[in-house]
Nanobody, 114 residues
Framework: QVQLVESGGGLVQTGGSLRLSCAAS????????MGWYRQAPGKQREMVAE???????NYADSVKGRFTIFRESAKNTVYLQMNSLKPEDTAVYYC????????WGKGTLVTVSS
């Protein structure tokens, strides 16, 4: 089992910044993918950004150039730095850990006011 604890959500104005963090604990391994997904009201959950333990990252087109994902491997922690936030970024953001199995955090709400 892998446990994920997220933090960093909140309310921010358009153009502002937030940083999300997610710490993984339990049966973590050295090869995995950690990332962030989001789900807005009435919409499907979508991938925002993810990073392989090798350092290779992947971003949704809608956040490229605004969001940055990075990891502290020693701490099994992944971060999502979100800049130039827009109202359409409003969603519940979920941390994801993927190796042999797929694990999800409980989610943290990000609200961007216009």
């Amino acid at each position: 089992q892998v446990q994920l604890v997220e933090s960093g959500g909140g309310l921010v104005q358009t153009g502002g910044s937030l940083r999300l963090s997610c710490a993984a604990s339990g049966s973590t391994g050295s090869i995995n993918v950690m990332g962030w997904y989001r789900q807005a009201p009435g919409k499907q959950r979508e991938m925002v950004a993810e990073m392989h333990s090798s350092g290779r990252g992947n971003y949704a087109d809608s956040v490229k150039g605004r969001f940055t994902i990075f990891r502290e491997s020693a701490k099994n922690t992944v971060y999502l730095q979100m800049n130039s936030l827009k109202p359409e970024d409003t969603a519940v953001y979920y941390c994801n850990y993927r190796a042999v199995y797929n694990y999800w955090g409980k989610g943290t709400l990000v609200t961007v006011s216009s």
